[in-house]
């Protein structure tokens, strides 16, 4: 059965405090793992894709990771508007179908 | 481009009433798909469509109908509403088979008392 997971579900950082979120992953054929943010009363923005182990993709404070079973979500020197909730998403090359990670909610404080 | 648009924006039900999500998408997407977004279960599929005339169940299908007479429009139905289908709705759109990032709406905060 293909899962997500994610870890951890919440996360507080102080302005400045670099960290990285965990996405673990069983998917029968990797078809392609995105990351979403999503803002409170928004729908999900999207980030990154990754096709491939050993993948790796940057947007300003952060930088996407990818491994055979799982990826991490790094954040450098956050601001406090990087304060979201991080979704992490497969897709299965059986199905085609999104299957998303519960998110973790990231608080920046200044 | 507007993107992908929903409407409304909130709704309140009574149980056993029905309604209708409006979806809709001006970037020519074939793929469209809904999903629920519930606190601590994340986002979960319900129906999706690839085209015009093609639609499939996703992981929570029960108590949802929907149609896609058109490339544009993607609306879901709830046929008999109850509180267990008080919820976050977002509807999503992505070309090229499905395969590539998904473009989400605002979002239907729907309560059914």
């Known amino acids: 059965e293909d899962q997500v997971t994610q870890s951890p579900e919440a996360l507080r950082l102080q302005e400045g405090e670099s960290s990285s979120l965990n996405c673990s992953y069983t998917?029968?054929?990797?078809?392609?793992l995105f990351w979403y943010r999503q803002d409170p009363g928004k729908g999900p923005e999207f980030l990154f894709t990754?096709?491939?182990a050993g993948e790796e993709k940057e947007k300003e404070r952060l930088k996407a990771t990818l491994t055979k079973k799982e990826s991490f979500l790094h954040i450098t020197a956050p601001k406090p508007e990087d304060s979201a909730t991080y979704l992490c998403a497969v897709s299965s090359s059986n199905t085609g179908k999104l299957i998303f990670g519960q998110g973790t909610t990231l608080q920046v404080k200044p | 481009n507007a993107g992908v648009t929903q409407t409304p924006k909130f709704q309140v039900l009574k149980t056993g009433q029905s309604m209708t999500l409006q979806c809709a998408q001006d970037m020519n997407h074939e793929y469209m798909s809904w999903y629920r977004q519930d606190p601590g279960m994340g986002l979960r599929l319900i129906h999706y469509s690839v085209g015009a005339g093609i639609t499939d169940q996703g992981e929570v299908p029960n108590g949802y109908n929907v149609s896609r007479s058109t490339t544009e429009d993607f609306p879901l139905r709830l046929l008999s509403a109850a509180p267990s289908q008080t919820s976050v709705y977002f509807c999503?759109?992505?070309?090229?088979?499905?395969?590539?990032?998904?473009?989400f709406g605002p979002g239907t905060r729907l309560t059914v008392l």
């Open positions: 999503a759109s992505t070309g090229t088979g499905g395969y590539n990032e998904q473009f």
């Open positions: 998917v029968s054929g990797l078809r392609g």
């Open positions: 990754l096709y491939s």
